[in-house]
Nanobody
Framework: QVQLVESGGGLVQAGGSLRLSCAAS???????MGWYRQAPGKQRELVAH???????NYADSVKGRFTISKDNAQNTVYLQMNSLKSEDTAVYYC???????????WGQGTQVTVSS
């Protein structure tokens, strides 16, 4: 079992920044680790992910504004969010696909609210 603990969400004005963190409860070898988000009335969508080798992928809507990174020693992934817009308001969920586990694991979600 892997538990993911997210932190860093909150309320910020448009144009501001937030940094989300997601820490795994045990040492893992990451295949893919990243973030989805879900706004009210909308489907959950991929925000960004990073592979064990360090390759990254971003949703078009966040390219150039968000940066995903990881710290293997801390089993943690980060999402630096800059130039936030009201449309970034959502619950952000961390997930991981790790070597040796048969399923993906998800965090409990952290709320990000951007006021205009």
């Amino acid at each position: 079992q892997v538990q993911l603990v997210e932190s860093g969400g909150g309320l910020v004005q448009a144009g501001g920044s937030l940094r989300l963190s997601c820490a795994a409860s045990r040492r893992i070898f990451i295949n893919i680790m990243g973030w989805y988000r879900q706004a009210p009335g909308k489907q959950r969508e991929l925000v960004a992910h990073i592979t064990g080798g360090g390759s990254t992928n971003y949703a078009d809507s966040v390219k150039g504004r968000f940066t995903i990174s990881k710290d293997n020693a801390q089993n943690t992934v980060y999402l630096q969010m800059n130039s936030l817009k009201s449309e970034d308001t959502a619950v952000y969920y961390c997930y991981v696909r790790a070597t040796g586990f048969v399923r993906d694991y998800w965090g409990q979600g952290t709320q990000v609210t951007v006021s205009s």
